[in-house]
């Protein structure tokens, strides 16, 4: 197995740091790497923020269901959807974008979560951790009075990054056969392979909390699914531009 390919395997979240703190160069390079990632027709749709103020941060925090790495990690980063920029170019252009369209959400959330994982792996291998924090979207509004994010950008995810204080298991993820098929979709042997896997999820859960959680993966589906996931986020994206026509 090569580098790259063991420390993609060796990939955990990590919501525990220590108190030191992560270099400006390699912050930088963190941030290279992300423009470096592939991006739909060269748009670069995406715009990346430092969030430095520890009176924000405790906000942030409190925000996205109270997640005290948030406030506690030597580096938060908000990675936005940013259609904003291409607004600017046409108008340089001496032309208008045309707004709201589905294919431009779709384009600018995709290159934003391609650029924060080249990140995320770029501060992997330089001995960081991290976590994705989608808890920004609990109040994204609020978010973007903090941060003073425009019409046409929309806050898609924050990530914790710093030098890791723990070191968890890495988390089994679904067998290969159920996320990967030939030619044709299909879903019909996946039952039984999922049965197996819930068997192996939950031996990680009884390990990881030494035997105080018992829990599957189809029923932590099953938990979240049947739940309205932020229901606020449809008319959030019409009020910031990102309509879906
Ligand atoms: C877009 C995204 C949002 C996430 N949001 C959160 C979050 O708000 N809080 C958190 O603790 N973990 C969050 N996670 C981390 C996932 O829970 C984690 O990646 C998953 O359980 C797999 O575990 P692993 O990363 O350790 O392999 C998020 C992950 C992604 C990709």
New binding site residues.
Partial sequence: MNEIINLIKS???I?KFKDKKVEEEKLKLVIEAAQCASTSSFVQAYTIIRVKDMETRREIAKL??D?P?IEQSPLFLVFCADLNRLNLACRMNDTQMKEGFTESFILATVDT?IAAQNSMIAAESMGLGG??????RNDPYRVCELLNIPKNVYP???MCLGYPNQD?D??P?LPLDVVYKEDKYSINEDESRIIEYDRLASEYYIKRTKGKRNDTWSKQMADKMEQELRPHMRDFLKDKGFDMR
């Fill in positions: 990939h955990k979240s919501r996205s269901g997640q790495y979560a976590v994705y924090i989608g808890g920004i898609v995810f924050g968890p890495t988390k993820r």
